[in-house]
């Protein structure tokens, strides 16, 4: 359910509605079905909320649950949520988005589940309830107990061929660093890092999408590729011998270009997919592309977990007007649609002491 004061229960009843997400999927929420029910009065939704209260329960509830009109919702949090405000931080609220996050994990990696979708959570609500994680990205690692991991922001191909674009199989592009300062991206870049990356990249699209040897574009960290040296060493001292490295484990990978060209080419089919150096370089470009139809993808899980790429959107979550959200349900049904496409090819990474593989 993500944040109960966001705008992820509303999100989440808006794309229930869509009978794509249940072609493709049996689908149960995890959160307080009062707030579900809230959410569903709010849109003006007369989906009914059957509230389930045992794991027990879970499996029948859900084969129940196979159109729009009826939603199951397992029960997550006590009741002190219900009286937390909505559209600011609240630490009732940001305890209810850790418990659903944690059960829905730990029911992946226990096979109750196939795959898991997230509504966003508030990165300051959680710190607020004494959760010290910089986002999901980072809460899903450590209870799945893995150090090789990134976010990428997926553009599926049926919205690239809206834009007029080709592509195989979508693009995304992948983190080599994540939720930190600017000034720690260049101390958390090592070759060996990038090739991680690279390696990742490759093993959604080839075992997750299907696309064989997919085509993996590196960027940059400085302006034109550091100008040979003139705006910086970073691109030959550290992202050139990784994208070696990657090229020896027989990945096909390139780079680094410069930014503002390889993401051009990308959108343009010659790349699959796109490891960016930090956070924006790869955000920006995505979600200018289609911010309400990226899809976030976390890679190096042992279990499949996507979400939408927007955030908790507090501005404009449980409005006066309910007809202001609408565009956002669009980014949670392709969260959905992508997840069951990695789910049904059983795709997954596989953990081991020393790593990831795919």
């Keep these: 359910m993500g944040d109960p004061g966001g705008i992820g229960p509303e999100v989440i009843v808006r794309?229930?509605?869509?009978?794509?997400?249940?072609?493709?999927?049996?689908?149960?929420?995890?959160?307080?079905?009062?707030?579900?029910?809230?959410?569903?009065?709010?849109?003006?939704?007369?989906?009914?909320?059957?509230?389930?209260?045992?794991?027990?329960?879970?499996?029948?509830?859900?084969?129940?649950?196979?159109?729009?009109?009826?939603?199951?919702?397992?029960?997550?949090?006590?009741?002190?949520?219900?009286?937390?405000?909505?559209?600011?931080?609240?630490?009732?609220?940001?305890?209810?988005?850790?418990?659903?996050?944690?059960?829905?994990?730990?029911?992946?990696?226990?096979?109750?589940?196939?795959?898991?979708?997230?509504?966003?959570?508030?990165?300051?609500?959680?710190?607020?309830?004494?959760?010290?994680?910089?986002?999901?990205?980072?809460?899903?690692?450590?209870?799945?107990?893995?150090?090789?991991?990134?976010?990428?922001?997926?553009?599926?191909?049926?919205?690239?061929?809206?834009?007029?674009?080709?592509?195989?199989?979508?693009?995304?592009?992948?983190?080599?660093?994540?939720?930190?300062?600017?000034?720690?991206?260049?101390?958390?870049?090592?070759?060996?890092?990038?090739?991680?990356?690279?390696?990742?990249?490759?093993?959604?699209?080839a075992e997750g999408f299907g696309v064989e040897q997919p085509r993996i574009g590196v960027l940059a960290l400085n302006p034109h590729a550091g100008e040979s040296g003139l705006f910086g060493d970073e691109e030959s001292r550290i992202i050139e011998p990784g994208v070696k490295l990657a090229q020896q484990s027989g990945i096909n990978a390139a780079g680094p270009y410069p930014a503002d060209t390889l993401l051009i080419r990308a959108v343009d089919g010659e790349f699959d997919g796109v490891v960016a150096m930090y956070h924006d370089q790869g955000h920006i470009a995505l979600k200018l592309l289609g911010m309400h139809r990226a899809v976030n993808i976390t890679l190096g899980l042992p279990i499949v977990r996507t979400s939408v790429a927007h955030g908790t959107a507090f501005d404009k979550a449980w409005s006066k007007d309910a007809d202001t959200s609408p565009a956002e349900s669009t980014g949670m049904v392709a969260a959905i649609k992508a997840a069951s496409e990695l789910a049904r090819r059983g795709f997954h990474f596989k953990t081991t002491n020393a790593g990831v593989i795919a």
């Design 15 to 205: 794309a229930w509605a869509d009978p794509a997400v249940h072609e493709s999927a049996r689908l149960v929420v995890l959160g307080h079905p009062e707030i579900m029910r809230r959410a569903a009065a709010h849109v003006r939704s007369e989906v009914e909320i059957k509230p389930v209260d045992s794991t027990a329960a879970l499996a029948a509830a859900v084969a129940d649950v196979t159109d729009a009109h009826h939603m199951a919702c397992l029960t997550m949090g006590d009741d002190a949520v219900l009286d937390a405000p909505t559209g600011v931080i609240d630490a009732r609220a940001g305890e209810a988005a850790y418990q659903a996050v944690v059960r829905a994990t730990r029911g992946a990696l226990a096979g109750e589940f196939d795959g898991l979708v997230t509504a966003p959570l508030n990165k300051a609500g959680l710190h607020a309830a004494g959760h010290w994680y910089p986002g999901h990205t980072e809460l899903l690692a450590e209870l799945c107990g893995v150090d090789d991991f990134a976010m990428m922001l997926y553009l599926p191909a049926e919205e690239l061929a809206r834009q007029g674009k080709k592509s195989q199989a979508g693009l995304g592009v992948i983190h080599s660093t994540l939720h930190c300062a600017m000034r720690d991206v260049f101390d958390q870049l090592t070759p060996e890092r990038i090739a991680a990356k690279c390696g990742l990249a490759n093993a959604v699209f």
